[in-house]
């Protein structure tokens, strides 16, 4: 299978346009799509500031900036992945929305184009399985913020070809990514982790193990991690915490996956973190407070 040179986006939001940045950044081509043209507006801006902010650090020519931006597209019509040779969907997390766009991408598609998702949280296999090419669909998941992020995970599905990984890691490693391949299992590799050493940390803080600031020196003085477990769940979305352990839960049927009820008290109090001003800490105050 040739390499990807033509590469369609769906989903203009954080991780959309990261990739469509990367991918630019890269010399291919990109097409952005979104039902929204605010969205679209608002992710050439943010790809435009964040380039420039490479210019300012010296990481990025003038002329190559131009030249990256000049190879995004944005659209809204599905016509335009018709030289497609890739299309990732980044589009919101709900399976509904994700089935639909497959079958409204799936006409308008080459026979030999390949379809990846950087969904979070849901079966490549079932995904696959809503598509017209089970054999030539992968998970790609990308990290937040997409250009800084030196990962990506492909995750294949149950009928996923070999070409099909092939053809998207070394796409991966032209965007300067490293690959981790996972199997399809749920949260795949990092979240899987990461995701329970949060959870863990709030039912440390809830049992009174240690309180919020003890508890984040702890495992940055102790372990030598960049951000404490509570800080960096703030920093995630304590929503998106607790929807993970949900998702392990349900798909692994182990108890070990069961959110600290006290994560669902904050995601129920509206306290999700950074995003809404309060979470383990409160964002109010310069450095942030712990909250309680
Ligand atoms: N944010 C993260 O840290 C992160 C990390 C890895 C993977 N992901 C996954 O990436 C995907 C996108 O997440 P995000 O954080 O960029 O979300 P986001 O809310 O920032 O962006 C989603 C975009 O999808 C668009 N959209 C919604 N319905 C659509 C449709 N039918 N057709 C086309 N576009 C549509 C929205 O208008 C929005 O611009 C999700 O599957 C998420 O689980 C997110």
Redesign the pocket.
């Known amino acids: 299978m040739p390499g990807i040179e033509k590469l369609g986006v769906?989903?203009?939001?954080?991780?959309?346009n990261g990739i469509a940045h990367v991918a630019a950044q890269s010399g291919l081509s990109v097409v952005m799509?979104?039902?929204?043209e605010e969205?679209l507006a608002k992710a050439r801006g943010t790809i435009t500031k964040n380039m420039d902010r490479q210019v300012q650090k010296g990481t990025l020519s003038a002329a190559d900036k131009d030249a990256a931006l000049a190879r995004i597209a944005s659209t809204t019509d599905y016509a335009a992945f018709a030289e497609c040779d890739l299309v990732i969907e980044?589009?919101?997390?709900r399976e509904d929305?994700k089935r639909?766009?497959f079958a409204t991408l799936a006409p308008h598609l080459k026979a030999d184009a390949l379809i990846a998702t950087?969904?979070?949280?849901i079966p490549i296999t079932r995904l696959a399985a809503a598509t017209d090419r089970p054999g030539r669909f992968v998970g790609m998941?990308?990290?937040?913020p997409v250009p800084m992020m030196k990962l990506v995970e492909v995750i294949r599905g149950l009928a996923t070809e070999d070409a099909t990984v092939r053809t998207v890691a070394a796409l991966a490693e032209r965007m300067g990514k490293t690959v981790a391949y996972a199997a399809d299992y749920p949260a795949f590799i990092v979240n899987r982790i990461l995701v329970p050493m949060i959870n863990e940390a709030v039912f440390a803080l809830q049992e009174g193990v240690g309180d919020v600031v003890s508890i984040d020196a702890g495992m940055k003085l102790g372990c030598n991690h960049p951000m404490g477990p509570l800080e960096l769940g703030d920093f995630v979305g304590l929503d998106v915490c607790l929807a993970v352990m949900e998702v392990m839960q349900a798909g692994l049927g182990d108890s070990k996956y069961r959110p600290a009820p006290l994560l669902r008290t904050y995601v129920e109090a509206g306290w999700l973190g950074r995003k809404s001003g309060k979470g383990f800490y409160d964002y109010a105050t310069t450095p942030p407070k712990p909250s309680r």
Do not use: R
Request: hydrophobic residues 50%; aromatic residues 8%; proline residues 0%.
């Open positions: 769906i989903g203009a939001g954080q991780m959309g799509l979104d039902v929204a969205a980044a589009a919101t997390e929305i639909k766009i950087n969904t979070s949280s998941h990308f990290f937040n």
